[in-house]
């Protein structure tokens, strides 16, 4: 699922429906003398939802710091599900295991591993 392009009245409508209010640092946005931006609140690539619901208007300045922290945390989450699925091999080998053809016993002997 790709991001909607939103129409100019499409725009104008998240803008008043939000009453004109950037929603990151609650400071009243000028429409016409200030640039705004169309921003996701809970960050697109996290949960993939570009309804109106999670749609905002925000000060460029804002929206580009967010922008920078809502990276990290995408790293972050892609980094997690990578794990889990098992995408990436663990940083340390498994305890007792060497890579080798042989172990040694308690009692001291070296033998080949089975």
Known sequence: MSRRKRTTLQRAAIFEAHGGICHICGEPIDGTRESWELEHIIPFDLTRDDTDENIAPAHVACHRQKTKQ???T??????????????????????GSKGTKWKRKVDGTVVPRN
């Open 70 to 72: 809502d990276k990290a």
């Open 74 to 95: 995408i790293a972050k989450s892609n980094r997690v599900a990578a794990k889990h699925k098992g995408a990436r091999a663990p940083k340390t080998r498994l305890p």
